[in-house]
């Protein structure tokens, strides 16, 4: 698989998410800065965390404007894979790729800890890897992860099974108490409508090797190998 | 023409640093002051002698790029 990690000014994931993809699983992955206006040859593209610009304005509100993200607008509207992490999230949803805006932490402080999420749908080419209503520890780090959305674009997104994560107790419990930072609904991470661009808050970039002793947010990145049609390589991975 | 343009938060959106600041003018003594909301002021300058035309311009800036109009309402002045 070919994958490419946006480096936007301000990207401090991007490193992380070429290790992931290159040197755990053993994938083509070419790095693509931000003045970039082609993704050509690329099964996926990857919008990693950080803080692009900044955070000026708004997180991503500025990324968004990048070059890049013509070419990144164009691969997702042609159906190409994308995955958006924590600030990758946070451009999708001002490049309007995904729905809903994030809001400041209820709490008004960057939370950087392991948190639950519930796997709400398994049936996706981000999660196919996962059982429904499994339930992982991916960490997140972020100061604006508060998701919100009107009514009934929140109505639309549920009925649609998009809302792919959302943020639970340890036994999978979905309540106020294990939502960290005030998300609408406990939403950890949705994706659109076709099924091939999602944004998520937690870094499942951090949680993907035994050695760092957890490895439960390497099934996302697994799950998008798989939904290439490489089982046997994700086979051999398991348990690298 | 200089343009200066509030962008606030929509009422009923959850503002959490107002929140904070109320609590804190609440500690200073304060016990009056109530629904505090945070918002951003811009200025720009638009070279533009066509007050409609800078008019227009600066609703595109704030409808593309100023506000987010999912969460937040705006409003300038031309001057």
Redesign the interface.
């Known amino acids: 698989m070919k994958i490419g990690v946006v480096v936007f000014p301000g990207s401090n994931c991007d490193h992380d998410c070429q290790y992931i993809f290159k040197d755990v699983l053993g994938q083509y992955v070419e790095m693509i800065w931000h003045k970039e206006t082609l993704l050509a040859g690329l099964d996926a593209v990857v919008l990693p965390g950080g803080f692009s610009y900044g955070d000026y304005?708004?997180t991503g509100?500025i990324a968004r404007?990048s070059p890049v993200m013509g070419a990144v607008k164009a691969f997702a509207n042609k159906g190409g894979l994308v995955i958006g992490i924590c600030n990758g999230f946070q451009i999708l949803l001002?490049a309007g790729l995904l729905p809903?805006?994030m809001?400041?932490?209820?709490?008004?402080n960057f939370i950087c800890k392991d948190v639950y999420v519930k796997v709400e749908n398994a049936a996706t080419r981000f999660t196919n890897q996962c059982e429904s209503g499994q339930v992982l520890k991916i960490p997140i780090a972020h100061a604006d992860g508060?998701y919100?959305?009107?009514p009934v674009t929140l109505g639309g997104i549920k009925a649609n099974a998009q809302v792919i994560f959302r943020y639970c107790t340890a036994d999978g419990k979905v309540t106020p108490d294990a939502n960290p930072n005030?998300s609408l609904d406990n939403i950890a991470g949705i994706m659109n409508a076709d099924g091939n661009v999602l944004g998520m808050m937690p870094h499942p970039e951090r949680s993907a090797e035994s050695i760092l002793g957890n490895e439960d947010g390497r099934l996302i990145f697994l799950s998008m190998l798989s939904s290439f049609g490489k089982p046997e390589l994700q086979s051999k991975l398991i348990g690298v | 023409m200089k343009a200066k343009i509030h962008v606030t938060l929509k009422q009923g959106?959850?503002d959490?640093?107002g929140k904070?600041i109320e609590h804190a003018l609440d500690s200073l003594g304060f016990k009056n002051a109530g629904n505090v909301r945070v918002g951003?002021y811009m200025e720009v300058d638009v070279n533009e002698a066509d007050r409609a035309k800078a008019d227009a311009q600066v609703k595109q800036m704030c409808e593309k790029?100023?506000a987010?109009t999912?969460?937040e309402d705006y409003r300038y002045e031309l001057g």
């Open positions: 304005l708004r509100a404007f001002e809903g805006v809001l400041r932490n209820t709490s008004l508060n919100y959305t009107d005030g | 959106i959850l959490p640093q904070a951003k790029l100023l987010n999912v969460i």
